[in-house]
């Protein structure tokens, strides 16, 4: 069509084209239009933006999903450097960048604790390393006993106390993509001993430590500092989706004699 000729309308079915594949493929839809029709107006090749006169998609968030115990005990059943590194990052809660940008000066195993000042990102030109988080933040994440445990079998196995925990035989650190590719492959080799274990990705470990640390009793405020979300609202979605706790919380309500 010409840029001209476009009406709301036209946007709205573009956009209810997506609906087949997810309201998020829906977002990403309007804001592309609407990204490209602002520039349009911008170099004076049509007056004004008619996806300015339709509503985004609304935004739906999916319950969380994490691994069951016996999944846990399955996927980890091994002994590996590959199993070390994933192992730790069910332990930290750590994003995926967060994890490949980790460096040996960023961990106090003294102390317990590892700080977050840095992380892996794709672009145009490669995977690089940003001194930032996500959140713009730098944050504290206290390390538990098997934590401390699994540094202590990298360091030893690994030989260095310098430069990157996860890293090619160069010293750089593992890509994005290689990682992806890591976890396919482990978790290939796994399922051959344990037909029966479900597929879950990398980021699941996560969802997993936010979970069963509210299982564990931690607040919704200590669990979004050791996530590293900025938004409260982001972190609400783990009480949300936890309704195992939240059945042995209404379990254990009592109101005196009654």
């Known amino acids: 069509m010409e840029l001209s000729s476009i009406r709301p309308i036209d946007i709205q079915r573009v956009v209810k084209s997506t609906m087949v594949d997810s309201s998020e493929r829906q977002r990403r839809a309007y804001f592309l239009i609407k990204r490209v029709l602002r520039e349009a107006v ?8 008619p996806a300015d006169y339709i509503r985004p998609p609304k935004k739906v968030r999916k319950d969380v999903s994490c691994f069951q115990i016996e999944h846990l005990e399955q996927l980890f059943d091994d002994d590996s450097p590959q ?22 000066t960023n961990i106090h195993i003294p102390e317990k604790y590892l700080t977050v000042c840095q992380t892996l990102v794709r672009t145009s030109e490669g995977d690089i390393i940003v001194h930032t988080t996500k959140s713009r933040r730098d944050r504290v994440v206290p390390l538990h ?10 360091r030893l196995l690994d030989g260095s106390e310098c430069g990157f925990l996860f890293h090619n035989a160069d010293g750089s650190p593992l890509k994005l993509r290689q990682y992806n590719r ?9 399922r051959e001993k344990y037909p029966d274990l479900p597929y879950y990705t990398p980021h699941n470990l996560r969802h997993s430590y936010a979970t069963y640390l509210l299982q564990s009793g931690a607040d919704i405020e ?3 500092a050791l996530l590293g979300h900025v938004d409260i609202s982001t972190t609400q979605r783990y009480v949300h989706s936890n309704l195992n706790q939240m059945y042995n ?5 009592k ?3 009654l």
Do not use: P, S
């Open 42 to 49: 911008v170099n004076d090749l049509i007056e004004k933006n």
């Open 83 to 104: 199993c070390r590194m994933f192992q730790f990052e069910l332990w930290t809660g750590l994003r995926r960048g967060e994890l490949l940008a980790l460096t040996w």
């Open 145 to 154: 006993d098997k934590a401390v445990a699994l540094l202590n079998q990298i």
């Open 182 to 190: 890591i976890y396919c492959h482990y978790y290939a080799k796994q």
């Open 222 to 224: 200590t669990l979004r």
């Open 249 to 253: 919380a209404t379990d254990n309500l």
């Open 255 to 257: 109101f005196g004699n």
